[in-house]
């Protein structure tokens, strides 16, 4: 079992930046793929970015160039590194581990807030 824990979520205005960022604990941190997914409100839950356990990073086309993904497997951390956020970015985001697809997570954190105003 993994347990997630996400941090840094809040309000910005439209082309300010937040981190994210997700505690992992409870199995061995590097032998994960990680990711962030997001659900904006009525909508289902998308991914935005992945880093695989050798850090290949993956993103999705809306946030590509804007959002950078990364991890510290000292510290059992991933990070979400945002810049030019809009308006449209605003929504829960997720972390979430996986054993083998990154696009299918075996484990998920609770979410934390990010809303962006215009």
């Not at 409870?26 to 997914?37: I, K, L, P, V």
């Not at 050798?54 to 951390?77: H, L, M, P, Q, W």
């Not at 697809?101 to 934390?112: F, L, R």
């Amino acid at each position: 079992q993994v347990q997630l824990v996400e941090s840094g979520g809040g309000l910005v205005q439209a082309g300010g930046s937040l981190r994210l960022s997700c505690a992992a604990s409870g199995r061995t941190f590097s032998n994960y793929h990680m990711a962030w997914f997001r659900q904006a409100p009525g909508k289902e839950r998308v991914f935005v970015a992945g880093i695989t356990r050798a850090e290949f990073t993956y993103y999705a086309d809306s946030v590509k160039g804007r959002f950078t993904i990364s991890r510290d497997n000292a510290k059992n951390t991933v990070y979400l590194q945002m810049n030019s956020l809009k308006p449209e970015d605003t929504a829960v985001y997720y972390c979430a581990g996986a054993s083998r697809n990154m696009y299918s997570p075996d484990y998920w954190g609770q979410g934390t807030q990010v809303t962006v105003s215009s």
